[in-house]
């Protein structure tokens, strides 16, 4: 553990709560490492919270090429469904054919390689599929009428963070929400940074062996701190946006739709009463305190989907939308869409070693943090040996990680809830659902409602275990109930929690 001097001791300092931070911190801490993370916001709060919300290998990037990354995130596609069983689940994906774009026999080809790249287990193979005959046809235009049906992965992005968050912290890592690493001063043998907390306006100094720099599409403004002139590529900007409409077809298969300019977009079922598209591409110079959509994107993609739907979607037909930079590495691609996806790493050990953390995607965050330690073994001594593979995150110790089964289970053990509020809790907190529950007996326990579907009980929980500190990182992040919450709720629930701060939030 760390101690209570001015200065914290530490062997790895990690700048960054997405999920590359998370996930090497985690990694780290399961090896016996002592690990102090920062993160300037909330946990998932930008890039990583704005995801299509997929766990796969990435169809598209077999056009160009990028092998290595489709076998590594199929690969990683399975571990992490064995990982988070609750968070993640499969699903069938409905292509439907386009006569005026790709051939039959090319997406067939695609697809085949999709299904044997990974080593493929537990999934379902592709395959063809009659659109006149099958559910999905229904939503589409005639002339759609065959397609094929293959298998990815759904995750709550944001959560999949936090509860990894929450994992590297049980194995003894100091997570640091709203905390702002300020300088960072390299000597030979060790780092001295200055980390500013956003609520006290404390500062605290650790004094690291080695800094990994994961902070995103902040990795070179951060680096500049300690090592100026260390900038050997760099990042390109690439903003992605999504849209949230109404439901848009009552069945549980989401659709990937070819579009004439090479990409590719996706309509999801989403939260149960909505339908989930995106994503674009727009490459930007500077990154925005907060990405937002502009109108433009709204309407590429509601167009784009519309050539596919026998009912258009309009932009007015929009309730939320929400946008990330993606920090991806500059491999000097002539276009945003053709930017790799893949991550890149860079060590630099002239002193005290810094990795930084270039580009990277959702999927590959744990192959990504064993490398990561691999890559700081050959400057700094590391214990222990690469773990994560075959662990599970908080709440996803489900037996045979079968979930229909454990709700089963739940409902037998709180026969008192409401069928739909028991479901929610099960698929965002697994066994965890115990301690959540804990000295419940009815539904007058969960406390007062503060919007549709949220109760204290469960805020209660999020800012004692999950790091959440106002109504947008409970709403937005760790839930999707800002779906549902009027203004007004919104309001109650922030200043609810303002009163609660800082006696019942996890430190």
């Known amino acids: ?121 537990l999934l379902p193979v592709s395959s063809g599929v009659d659109l006149n005959a099958h559910v999905a046809g229904q939503a589409l235009k005639t002339q759609y009428t065959s397609g094929f049906e293959y298998s990815d992965c759904w995750v709550h992005d944001a959560r999949l963070v936090v509860l990894t968050a929450m994992d590297a912290a049980a194995k003894g890592a100091v997570v640091k929400t709203h905390t702002e690493c ?70 549980p298969y989401p659709y990937i739709f070819q579009n004439a300019d090479g990409r590719v977009l996706f309509a999801i079922p989403f939260e149960h009463e909505f339908t989930l598209l995106g994503t674009t591409d727009i490459e930007v110079s500077d ?58 790493l860079h060590l630099n050990s002239s002193a005290a070693p810094v990795i930084s953390v270039y580009g990277g995607k959702i999927t590959t965050y744990r192959k990504l943090a064993e490398e990561v330690l691999d890559l700081l073994s050959g400057a700094y001594p590391i214990p222990g040996h690469a773990w994560t593979a075959m662990s599970y995150l908080p709440g996803g110790d489900i037996a045979n990680a079968d979930l229909e089964v454990f709700l ?10 409401d069928q739909t509020l028991l479901k929610d809790y099960v698929t965002k907190y697994g066994t965890r659902i115990s301690t959540l529950l804990e000295g419940c007996g009815s539904m007058d ?37 800002g779906l549902h919450a009027s203004s007004l709720e919104i309001e109650q629930l922030d200043n609810w929690m303002k009163h609660q701060l800082p006696e019942i939030t996890c430190s």
């Open 1 to 121: 553990m760390f101690t209570d001097s001015k200065v914290v001791q530490a062997d790895i300092l990690v700048i960054g709560g997405g999920i590359n931070g998370v996930g090497i911190a985690r990694d780290a801490a399961g090896r016996g490492l002592r690990v102090y993370l920062c993160e300037k916001d909330d946990l998932a709060q930008h890039t990583s919270s704005a995801s299509t919300k997929l766990i796969h290998g990435g169809l598209r990037y077999l056009e160009h090429y990028d092998f290595r990354l489709v076998r590594h995130a199929l690969g990683e596609r399975e571990v992490l469904l064995r990982t988070a069983p609750h968070i993640i689940h499969p699903l069938r994906f409905i292509l439907p054919h386009h006569k005026a774009l790709r051939p039959k026999w090319m997406i067939r080809l695609g697809l085949f390689l999709y299904d044997h790249l990974g080593g493929r287990k």
């Open 182 to 251: 300020i300088t960072l001063n390299r000597f030979d043998d060790h780092w001295i940074a200055t980390l500013k907390e956003e609520v006290s306006g404390n500062q605290i100094q650790v004094k690291a062996d080695a800094v990994v720099n994961a902070s995103g599409p902040w990795v070179d403004r951060v680096l500049g701190l300690g090592v100026p002139s260390d900038r050997e590529h760099g990042v390109r900007f690439v903003k992605g946006s999504h849209v949230v409409v109404p439901r848009l077809f009552d069945h």
């Open 287 to 344: 990154i925005p305190k907060q990405a937002s959509i502009t109108p433009e994107e709204t309407a590429y993609i509601c167009e784009a989907v519309s050539e596919y739907f026998e009912k258009p979607i309009a932009t007015d037909d929009v309730i939320w939308s929400y946008s990330g930079v993606r920090p991806l590495y500059d491999d000097a691609a002539s276009s945003a869409s053709k930017v790799t996806r893949d991550y890149n």
């Open 445 to 481: 326990d969960l406390g007062k409602r503060m919007s549709p579907g949220l109760y204290e009980r469960e805020v209660a929980y999020l800012m004692k275990h999950e790091y959440a500190y106002n109504a947008d990182d409970v709403l937005w992040r760790r839930t999707k109930h």
């Open 408 to 417: 089963t289970l739940c409902n037998k053990r709180y026969p008192w809830m």
